[in-house]
Structures are given as structure tokens and as C-alpha cells.
């Protein structure tokens, strides 16, 4: 099995980021009125194309914002793992005297 390693500095960056994404509203940024059906199909084409859009952004929040959770639980276990390690560690360390 390989060795793993975790910058959690690197990891803190790339959620700061992605948390000023989603303050942004990225999701948020176009709404769509309802025009009346008079004015055509390209106009129903149009709000079409304007709901997906939407809900992209709608998609694309959820996303950053799983991939926040999901850096900030790596962060968490991998500063819980390497405690845990150390601390192992020094407890052999103080079991064999030192040496």
C-alpha cells in the first residue's frame, strides 16, 4: 500500500475558495420570468435555455459544496489519524525506553 500525503494547508486554501464560490451564488445569478406564449416559440425556446442554466448553477453549488464537505472531512481525518499516529508512536517509543 502507498503512502498518502495530505497537506492541510493546501486543503484549507481549496475550501476557502470554494466557500468564496459559493458566496458568489453561482447558482443564483439568472431567474426566469414567464413571458407570455404570444410572442412565439423561440421565446419558450429561450426560457428553456434559461431553466437549464439555472439549474446548472443549481448543480454546480451543490457540487462545490459537497466537494467542501468532502475536503473538510479529508482535513479532519487526516489531522485525527496523524494525532493518533504520533501519539502511538510516543507510547512505544516511552514502552522500549527511549532507544
Not at 3 to 29: A, F, M, P, R, Y
Not at 73 to 80: A, C, F, K, L, V
Not at 93 to 98: E, T
Request: proline content about 1%; aromatic content about 2%; some cysteine.
Amino acid at each position: 500500500m502507498g503512502e498518502i500525503k495530505i497537506d492541510t494547508t493546501v486543503i484549507e486554501n481549496e475550501i476557502s475558495i470554494l466557500n468564496g464560490l459559493l458566496n458568489d451564488n453561482i447558482g443564483q445569478t439568472v431567474t426566469v420570468t414567464q413571458v407570455p406564449q404570444s410572442l412565439g416559440k423561440s421565446t419558450g425556446k429561450i426560457q428553456d435555455i434559461l431553466q437549464c442554466y439555472v439549474d446548472i448553477g443549481k448543480n454546480l453549488d451543490a457540487l462545490i459544496y459537497n466537494t467542501v464537505i468532502l475536503l473538510e472531512n479529508t482535513r479532519d481525518n487526516s489531522i485525527e489519524v496523524d494525532e493518533a499516529s504520533a501519539a502511538r508512536l510516543s507510547q512505544l517509543l516511552a514502552d522500549s525506553g527511549g532507544s
